[in-house]
């Protein structure tokens, strides 16, 4: 159940950056003459949500889960999030950055295994 709740902290934390990047990109950007509006916008807010919900959740995996090995599992949120960048905002992503997802993933598996 643990590394449900783990798996679940991981998948709002990249739902919260991407609907950092919708709100963002909703705002034409942050400057001086928008910060107010951009930090109160519906995305921005709902991604602050996520992000609250996530951290409730984190401290329930570390209640359940040793450190050294919750944390470095949290690592797999950057591989999600290349993915996501990928698949949701079509960006380009070059190998090495997909080297470095397959990295992340195996790394994970070596940590996880018992």
């Known amino acids: 159940m643990a590394y449900f709740i783990l798996f679940l902290n991981i998948i709002l934390l990249v739902s919260g950056q991407l609907v950092w990047k919708i709100g963002l990109q909703q705002q034409g950007g942050i400057h001086l003459g928008n910060l107010l509006s951009v930090l109160f916008s519906p995305m921005i807010l709902?991604?602050?949500?996520?992000?609250?919900?996530?951290?409730g959740l984190w401290f329930i995996v570390l209640s359940r889960l040793p450190?050294?090995?919750?944390?470095?599992?949290?690592?797999?949120?950057?591989?999600?999030g290349i993915v996501a960048a990928w698949y949701f905002f079509g960006e380009s992503v070059p190998l090495n950055r997909w080297i470095g997802v397959g990295v992340i993933v195996m790394g994970a598996v070596i940590i996880a295994a018992k």
């Open 46 to 55: 709902l991604g602050m949500m996520f992000y609250g919900l996530a951290t």
């Open 67 to 80: 450190l050294s090995l919750a944390y470095p599992l949290q690592s797999l949120a950057y591989a999600i």
